[in-house]
């Protein structure tokens, strides 16, 4: 067990990518399909929940906390967060309880996010995400099939038809919010050029 493992959003999101991108080089694999669906998947969350997170996750890529939390339960810890810090924002007090106790939204609703202006143009060179009826089709698919392979019943399993039609849009989709919609601050060059070469591994654009 290694104890210094450290990682973040980020790296999650371009360790994903990098697998990917190995996963699909490597034809000859057995199992190259079902991880291209998981680590495809992985890459597509990753990326998109960094695209509209901002600087308050809390109201970004959470879920509401009502229902899930007794109100006054939720007013006393928000309550001993303004006294422990002398903060009266609730944007600011709820980013110490969201992830502790909020749940991340769904990847579909992170995408329909990474569509809406109103998550999208934070920065003056911000870009929203456009999908086309192909992007949305290959990314249902693909949610599909991930779902599947994580979710394994015992069965046969036999995947038919060509997975272009799912690889393509999705490496896509992952490109723009990655390196194209302005929205990710990485730490210097070396993470992004990581994400570039993935994406010039997969060659597929």
Known sequence: MNDNYRTDELENAIDYLEKA???YSDINYQHRFKWLMVALHGALYGFGILAI???????????SLDGQINKRVLAEMRDDIS????????????????????KLLDIRSVLERCQDDQFMLK?????SLVLTQAELDAIEKMIDYRNQFAHFKP???????????ILKPVFRVIKFLALECNNILY????????V??????IGIF
Do not use: H
């Not at 920065?123 to 870009?127: A, G, L, N, V």
């Open 21 to 23: 991108s190995l996963f």
């Open 196 to 201: 570039e070469k993935a994406i010039d591994m």
């Open 123 to 127: 920065y003056t060179e911000s870009r």
């Open 53 to 63: 997170k901002g600087s308050n996750p809390s109201a970004t890529v959470y879920k």
């Open 155 to 165: 069965m046969a399993y036999v995947i038919t038809g060509s997975e272009e039609e």
């Open 187 to 194: 730490y210097g060059e070396s993470s992004k050029a990581r």
């Open 83 to 102: 006294k422990k810090y002398g903060e009266d924002d609730p944007g600011y007090i709820d980013m110490f309880i969201y992830p502790a106790k909020g």
